[in-house]
């Protein structure tokens, strides 16, 4: 059976000071600037810069480290598009390529040394940034050569998983970032040892389990028995795995509240949906994107996770079930057009067992949008279809009662293909322990 729905992994976006503007700071355009503008310089001397400006209809815009142009799979994308397989900016480094077709011009403009994280991330070749040239690009010293080499010594496994990672570490990224940097950019932060998951991801043996043999039963006939919880028009579907059906979770404008937040700069903030295929060598799952599964994915973090109804609604959740919000995955807004859908799999990542976070023991799922046709949740082994309603939410068990860290293989669902409307919904994934401070180390995958 196909691995579980990607979770809240570890952060694989670039370092947020290389993201935004505002992550730069004077030193590190002025470090770096003064050894790129160099060489920038030779590699044009070199012939490096190919289509001077005037070759355009329209001088291109500037080069915007957008959050969205930096994700691993935009960055494929982009990749794949400037025809460089499977090439992210570490492989385009070495491959010595442009991944946009206006590099040149930007790097006449001289926003190799102004712009130097989005520059030598997409613009390698035209900045003369590639792997031979990485050291004196970041304008790196001989001292620093020498201590690197002396790290690569004592420590012959560890490595920078980006190229940009010494430069991102001459700009202070390895404390500002330090949940990305620690693991990807092992070598420039000298944090070595955290690349080795053991080390890093060890669970508090003292860690507090949410739900305890046998709680999973009374939570659920706490939810269909008592008065408190009569306001959500909890329905019983199935005993035995407990499904229950909430009519009235949420309010209509709560719903279309979520929606609205989810719709931000639409484009930048719902990318394609992925799974998992695997986990590296460092605890890092590995994303796929595949057509296992097509809808399209929109993470609530940063400016949303506290939204107002967001929270109102992360609220009912710990109420609701007992578990602490520190344990909840960050809500995963998906949206389904048009025939998209979702295989079978089951919620139950097999690898979470061993971080500190434990499994995944409950899903709470939203719907946000009323489904004109489509779009069921449906438990393949159970005959059981639940039908996307705004407002509506499904709280089923990924895990058993009596063994709450043991899967509970029942719980297999498919999201069927939307035939008319547009699906919106959320899940909610509430892990045995701290999902959150586990997720700040990256070590929740
Ligand atoms: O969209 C649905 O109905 C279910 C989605 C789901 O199961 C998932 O994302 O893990
Ligand atoms: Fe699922």
Not at 42 to 58: I, K, N, V, W
Not at 261 to 276: K, L, N, P, Y
Not at 291 to 318: G, L, M
Request: glycine share 6%; with cysteine.
């Amino acid at each position: 059976m196909r691995s579980g729905p990607g979770g809240k992994r570890a952060r694989k976006a670039p370092p947020g000071g290389v993201r935004a503007e505002k992550g730069r700071s004077p030193t590190y355009v002025g470090a770096a600037g003064v050894a790129l503008v160099a060489t920038v310089f030779f590699a044009a001397m070199r012939g490096r810069l190919t289509a001077p400006p005037s070759a355009l209809d329209s001088p291109p815009s500037r080069p915007v480290p957008a959050r969205e142009a930096r994700g691993p799979r935009v960055r494929h994308e982009r990749a794949a598009e400037a025809g460089v397989a499977e090439a992210g900016p570490a492989e385009a480094a070495e491959q010595c390529v442009d991944l946009s077709e206006h590099c040149a011009y930007w790097a006449a403009n001289g926003e190799c040394a102004s712009n130097p994280p989005y520059m030598l991330a997409e613009c390698a070749a035209s900045c003369g940034a590639c792997a031979g040239a990485r050291a004196r690009a970041d304008g790196a010293s001989d001292e620093e050569d020498e201590v690197l080499r002396e790290r690569r010594r004592a420590w012959p496994k560890c490595k920078d998983k980006a190229a940009e990672c010494p430069l991102w570490a001459r700009a202070g990224e390895c404390a500002k970032n330090e949940r990305y940097m620690m693991v990807q950019c092992a070598l420039s932060c000298a944090s070595c040892e955290m690349q080795d998951f053991a080390t890093r991801c060890k669970r508090d043996p003292n860690a507090t389990p949410a739900v305890l043999p046998g709680q999973m039963d009374e939570m659920f006939a706490r939810i269909e028995t008592s008065p408190e919880y009569a306001r959500y028009a909890p329905r019983v579907v199935s005993r035995d795995p407990w499904i229950v059906v909430l009519d009235e979770f949420m309010s209509a404008d709560e719903a279309d509240e979520i929606v609205r937040v989810a719709m931000r700069d639409e484009g930048v903030h719902f990318t394609a949906s992925q799974g998992t295929s695997g986990i590296d060598e460092d605890g890092t799952l590995i994303p796929t994107v595949s057509s296992y599964r097509t809808s399209h994915t929109n993470w609530c973090e940063d400016e949303c996770i506290d939204q107002p109804a967001v929270a109102a609604v992360r609220q009912r959740v710990v109420s609701i079930t007992g578990v602490p919000d520190v344990n909840h995955e960050f809500p995963q807004i998906l949206r389904y057009t048009h025939s998209q859908y979702y295989n079978e799999h089951h919620d139950f990542i097999g690898e979470h067992s061993a971080m500190p976070c434990g499994p995944r023991v409950y899903t709470m799922f939203l719907y946000l949008s009323d489904v004109e046709e489509g779009g069921h949740t449906r438990f393949t082994q159970l005959n059981i279809s639940v039908q996307p309603k705004r407002g509506r939410a499904v709280l089923w068990p990924s895990t058993l009662s009596a063994a709450p860290m043991e899967q509970d293989v029942r719980t297999h669902h498919v999201a069927e293909p939307v035939v008319r409307g547009v699906k919106y919904s959320v899940n909610l994934w509430l892990h045995m322990f701290d999902f959150k401070s586990a997720n700040k180390i990256s070590c929740t995958g």
